[in-house]
């Protein structure tokens, strides 16, 4: 007995210490809330309900510019003034697709700019709008899925400012061929794009002045898999900072072949390159077929639009707190 309980005690003794290591050791990752149990995920990111009056937004259909729409839309707030970004073409595979404009004054009805198309003369799809001091930023897949981006003072009038140089990490040009559902954010620590390869993974390169992007290591930072949802195919479409991390929004599929069924995941990470998935993906069903996600604080909570194909709005479930609003 006396030997029985000696090694119940080393047994119990060790993994105690391996999990005081393992514990540790997210700690240094995620901070304490990984060891208290506060969740990585909080519910004002997760959670959410369609809102009845779905879909906010659709194509204006046939005989317009804009027979269908497609891809991720982008859509930013600022006061009273709701401002969409999104793609339209005339629903006819490999045919030019162009830029969309559309306000709002609540976010769920909206009136289009009666410039549309915006650059008619521009392939524009996949579209990422930054809004810093005065400046406009849109970055956008052009044609063959090359990546460019344009400067407006106003998030209307637009002007091309070229294609994206990419570079390896010494340095080198990254080998051509498409690059992917652009999406940047801007930190302490400059300007940070995220892109895909063939709907293989995510890499991060960083700029200080926009002109040069170098990347921060040559593999993916966020990979497919090895849950089924992301196995085939993933592209980011905004990262947010909150509550002292950062959270990405990006569409998954395991469906091979075409049509594909698309569902929409989250990720978190303290620095842009290591990232860990939501143990809760997708956050609607397969079914569904909802993607291109995208998050808007309306000044009292985070709202989560759909934008691929038709815009659906999802408000927060009843009973979450209301969540500051990010600086």
């Known amino acids: 007995m006396a030997l029985f309980s000696g090694r119940w005690h080393n047994l119990v003794t060790s993994r105690i210490c391996w999990a005081f290591v393992l514990c540790l050791g997210l700690g240094l990752v995620w901070g304490p809330a990984s060891c208290s149990g506060q969740d990585l995920f909080p519910l004002e990111l997760t959670k959410f309900r369609p809102h009845p009056r779905n879909p906010v937004f659709t194509a204006a259909g046939e005989g317009t510019w804009e027979v269908k729409i497609r891809e991720r839309g982008f859509i930013l707030r600022e006061g009273d003034l ?12 490999g045919h030019p697709v ?25 392939w524009i799809e996949d579209v990422c709008v930054v809004h810093e001091g005065d400046q406009w930023y849109l970055f956008a897949e052009g044609q063959n899925d090359v990546p460019h981006w344009f400067t407006s003072p106003d998030g209307v009038t637009w002007t091309r400012q070229g294609g994206l140089d990419v570079r390896l990490a010494d340095g080198t040009p990254v080998p051509p061929g498409p690059l992917g559902t652009p999406t940047v954010i801007r930190t302490a620590a400059g ?31 966020l990979a497919r ?3 089924p949802y992301d196995t085939q195919m993933l592209g980011l479409n905004q990262v947010i900072e909150h509550a002292g991390r950062f959270y990405a929004i990006y569409h998954g599929t395991r469906t091979p ?16 390159v290591t990232w860990k998935k939501y143990p809760g993906n997708p956050l609607f069903s397969e079914a569904e077929n909802k993607s291109s996600g995208i998050w808007v604080h309306d000044g009292r909570q985070f709202r989560l639009y759909t934008t691929h194909e038709k815009i659906d709005l999802h408000l927060p479930m009843a009973g979450i707190p209301e969540s500051p609003a990010p600086k």
């Open 82 to 93: 709701w401002r969409l970004w999104y793609t339209g073409y005339d629903g006819t595979r």
């Open 98 to 122: 162009h830029l969309g404009y559309a306000t709002s004054r609540d976010g769920i009805e909206w009136v289009r700019h009666p410039g549309n198309p915006l650059l008619a003369e521009q």
């Open 191 to 221: 300007w940070n794009l995220l892109y895909e390869r063939q709907d293989a993974g995510i890499w991060l390169a960083r700029s200080p002045d926009l002109r040069v992007w170098t990347n921060v290591r040559d593999e993916p930072v």
């Open 225 to 227: 898999g090895p849950e």
């Open 257 to 272: 072949e075409r049509p594909r069924l698309w569902t929409t995941n989250l990720a978190v990470s303290r620095d842009l």
